[in-house]
């Protein structure tokens, strides 16, 4: 999923940093937490849009990550609906990017610029975070 390299400017970006990942696979989650919590980003995970909502109106999140496939026959843009409708609210930039590792299909590639998401295909090098976030 996440592949290594020099990541001493992901360090330094994603420091003192919020994330909300959305993923429902345990394995990805120990993963991507321990390299996020390595960069010294605070992470909050959500399995669900239930969760998601939780956090959401609780934390304020620095950026989003999400995994399109998710559980239940849910997937990440759905799932982000509510968080893309409150950022639209509250005219906030919070980059939002999402994973996908099975689907590389073009329409996932629309969808995600249609709602302002950036998508990032699996595996990613691990400062493709910072890569594809600052596009937004």
């Known amino acids: 999923m996440v592949e290594k390299e020099d990541t001493a400017n992901s360090q330094t970006f994603m420091q003192h940093k919020t994330v909300l990942l959305i993923e429902?696979?345990?394995?990805?989650?120990n993963a991507m937490t321990t390299l996020l919590q390595g960069w010294e980003a605070l992470v909050y995970v959500a399995?669900?849009?239930k969760s998601v909502e939780q956090i959401q109106q609780q934390k304020s999140i620095n950026y989003i990550i999400a995994d399109y496939h998710l559980?239940?026959?849910?997937?990440?843009?759905?799932?982000?609906?509510?968080?893309?409708?409150y950022r639209k609210q509250h005219k906030l930039n919070t980059p939002l990017l999402?994973?996908?590792?099975?689907?590389?299909?073009?329409?996932i590639r629309e969808q995600a610029d249609i709602h302002s998401m950036i998508y990032l295909p699996k595996p990613f090098k691990a400062n493709g975070i910072e890569k594809a976030s600052t596009k937004n």
């Open 98 to 107: 999402l994973l996908s590792t099975a689907d590389r299909s073009p329409a």
């Open 47 to 49: 399995h669900d849009g």
């Open 71 to 85: 559980d239940n026959g849910d997937n990440g843009i759905d799932v982000c609906q509510s968080i893309l409708a």
């Open 24 to 29: 429902n696979q345990p394995l990805i989650v």
